[in-house]
């Protein structure tokens, strides 16, 4: 442990970056391995699950703690000097939630080409934060994203409206981490759902409170090359098991014509379920077929378009820019942090094609479909998931076996019940528990201080009190965090929406409200004052109002733009009024002008100072 | 106007130019491509449907290798017209 003393002198620790990660990761295949010996050994399947869960948030805690900071611009911003690439592993982990992980393959292995609108979306993002925001956004040296707004258009109204939209965005998505967090250690741990939601809160926080985005910083680190690993092992193991080599991301092109081909053995498509389950269901959609009509193809752009500009403006990810030493290492950055995300989300269709086939395939020894019932209720996969409701069996047609429209299954447990599936040991089924945590802890970490932040830095001490001192305003902020993480755990433990709905909403109350006014403060000078609150209000205002005459008021909705993709009315009608007010009103004076234009060159110090 | 300020200028427009050069792309590759979707798929590419795989794959790789070139672009723009940050 004596290298983690570097944490407070900065240049050796940043230098050391990675031999200690080296060494970390290293650390963890060790105890991988450690954990398959025991289990040869006989060590029980719940004792493995407890111990990687238990060992992985210990090390995060630890990092958390070697972490602490009583500085301004540590506590904020990591005391800007993240390098690129481990920025943007950080990024991967703040990016990559529990929906991603855990229900991503899923959503493919039920949804088909049609759910890949995910996968665009959620990668192509990056584009527009690279080009419009990023590297502006670290050249003007702000703390949070309101503290861009609030200095750009000048005012503190402005300023409080993007902590409004900060706060609606961010809370909608932190309540569904913690949900994940909860299931995953309800599940691992083998305690309520109620207490698990608490036990993972307490994971977060010690992350986080003490070193702030520093803390975060490391610990995102650490949890991105946990989650990586667990992802990537499990479909390497099969596709080698199956014969398709060890990089099945390109190779698996055989594998999705096999399944079009058991799709007409099976029926796939035609064979309607004939009951419907509660939570679970049958699959009915073609794997790589895409709907074949001008209102699919509409559904598709517009789905990747509300996930792209949601990105775009979502705090807890720009401000992850805020941290690097230069605006030409925020540009490398988002590169890397796409690089880092990538190789996540190019295997996750591989991951739902794999595990089709090994269900489908009469060929593999694991398929079901087609199999006497008998025999597939005696698998012990079955059973186990069978038990907790997210998987059932019915034979509607009393012949004995099992049809695809007689297989109901929830689509979330693709992932973690792959490695049961492919029969793999149970090492791995422990390993993906842990990595399901580390990406729901990472992500919930990094929200909890994007509200925290805008909360303490915006609102109390730019607002309420801009006399605090350093001291104050750190504690000020480490209560509001505690505050924050309770309030989510309590909304997370009513359950009250699904984990992936509450992700597509919190992407498109963040693009209705902040997308344009962050995009124009930039790109034109001209964008106002009254304009910027304009496109936040109307923006954030007709985004709610479609989502809830859609969703609650059964409204018709216009043109297919249903509950996930209300974003698109909100940031339409965001644009146009921050267009028309802006023009409507008189120009920004010659300060402001003069203040974008400043922004717009890497060239010189940051518009902000460095503690502010 | 000033040799400084006439650097700004060119630098903001080739700036302006690279993005609206980027964008045009992440367009084609978010949106155009997907709205062709099932003609695609008649096409195989590596043996995939190549209306799947873009989704699946081919835009992604595209995404990550246009934000390498982006930075490198970038980088090069402010050396020219000496914008860059003295590090």
């Known amino acids: ?612 | 106007m000033s040799t400084a300020n006439s650097q700004k200028v060119i630098h903001w427009e080739r700036t302006r130019r690279l993005m609206i050069t980027h964008l045009t792309i992440w367009f084609i590759f978010s949106f155009v491509v997907h709205w062709f979707a099932p003609q695609l798929n008649e096409i195989a590419f590596m043996h995939f449907p190549l209306g799947f795989y873009m989704a699946a794959q081919g835009s992604l790789v595209v995404f990550v290798v246009q934000l390498f070139f982006f930075a490198k672009q970038q980088e090069k723009i402010d050396r020219e017209c000496g914008m860059a940050e003295d590090l």
């Not at chain 1, 398959?36 to 004792?47: F, I, K």
């Not at chain 1, 402005?158 to 900060?166: E, F, G, Q, S, T």
């Not at chain 1, 014509?257 to 959609?285: F, N």
Request: with cysteine; net charge positive; proline share 3%.
């Open chain 1, 1 to 612: 442990m004596a290298m983690f003393g570097d944490f407070k002198t900065k240049a050796g620790f940043i230098e050391n970056l990675p031999k200690i990660y080296g060494i970390y990761t290293g650390g963890f295949v060790l105890f991988i391995l450690l954990m398959a010996v025991l289990e040869q050994m006989g060590l029980g399947s719940d004792t493995i699950g407890i111990l990687f869960v238990a060992f992985t948030i210990f090390i995060y805690a630890l990092i958390g703690w070697l972490s602490r900071t009583m500085q301004i611009d540590a506590y904020y911003v990591a005391g800007r000097q993240v390098p690129p690439v481990f920025n943007g592993m950080a990024t991967g982990a703040d990016w990559m939630s529990g929906a991603s992980f855990v229900a991503m393959a899923g959503g493919i292995y039920m949804g088909g080409h049609a759910y890949l609108a995910f996968v665009v979306g959620w990668t192509g993002g990056y584009v527009l934060v690279a080009t419009l925001m990023a590297p502006y956004l670290r050249k003007f040296g702000c703390y949070t994203v309101p503290d861009f707004i609030g200095t750009r258009y000048g005012g503190n109204f402005a300023r409080l409206c993007a902590v409004l939209v900060l706060v609606i965005a961010s809370f909608t998505y932190v309540t569904a981490q913690i949900n994940a967090t909860g299931t995953i250690a309800s599940r691992a741990l083998q305690i309520p759902f109620g207490v698990g939601v608490w036990f993972g809160l307490l994971g977060i926080l010690l992350c986080s409170m003490l070193g702030g985005m520093r803390a975060v910083t490391w610990t995102q680190v650490a949890q991105y090359i946990v989650l990586i690993i667990a992802y990537l092992v499990p479909v390497i193991w099969m596709s080698n098991k199956q014969g398709f080599g060890v990089i099945p991301q390109l190779v698996y092109g055989d594998a999705v014509a096999r399944i079009g081909e058991l799709e007409v053995l099976h029926q796939v498509g035609t064979l309607k379920p004939a009951a419907t389950v509660a939570g679970v269901s049958a699959l009915t959609v073609k794997h790589a077929t895409a709907a074949d009509s001008a209102i699919a193809s509409f559904r598709f752009v517009t789905l990747v378009a509300c996930m792209m500009l949601g990105t775009a403006s979502l705090p807890h990810i720009l401000m992850r820019y805020f941290t690097t030493p230069s605006v030409r290492d925020a540009r490398r950055s988002v590169a890397w942090s796409l690089f880092f995300i990538f190789l996540l989300y190019f295997t996750a269709p591989a991951l739902a094609t794999f595990t089709k086939l090994q269900v489908l395939d009469p060929n593999l020894a694991t398929s079901i479909i087609g199999k006497s019932i008998a025999d597939v209720n005696a698998l012990e996969w079955i059973q186990k998931w069978s038990n907790v409701g997210f998987l059932k069996i019915i034979d509607s047609n009393g012949d004995g076996i099992l049809q695809i429209n007689e297989f109901f299954m929830r689509g979330d447990i693709v992932v973690l019940a792959t490695p049961e599936i492919a029969g793999l040991p149970y090492v791995i089924s422990g390993l993906v528990a842990a990595g399901g945590m580390a990406a729901a802890m990472s992500t919930a970490d990094g929200l909890l201080l994007a509200i925290a932040n805008a909360l303490s830095h915006d609102l109390y001490y730019k607002m309420i009190d801009p006399k605090a001192d350093v001291r104050h305003r750190l504690i000020v902020a480490r209560i509001l965090l505690v505050a924050i993480g309770a309030a989510g755990a309590i909304v997370a433990s009513f359950r009250l929406t699904g984990i992936l709905g509450a992700v597509a909403w919190a992407f498109c109350f963040a693009m209705s409200g902040l997308f344009f006014p962050l995009v124009l403060g930039v790109w034109w000078k001209r964008a106002n004052r009254p304009g910027a609150i304009a496109g936040m209000l109307v923006g954030l205002g007709v985004g709610t109002w479609y989502l809830y005459m859609v969703r609650f008021a059964g409204m018709e909705p216009w043109y297919g733009l249903d509950h996930l993709r209300f974003g698109i009315v909100g940031a339409a009608a965001s644009l146009i009024a921050m267009v028309v007010v802006s023009l409507a009103t008189k120009e920004p004076d010659a300060e402001t002008q003069a203040m974008v234009e400043e922004l717009r060159i890497p060239k010189g110090e940051t518009i902000l100072g460095s503690t502010h």
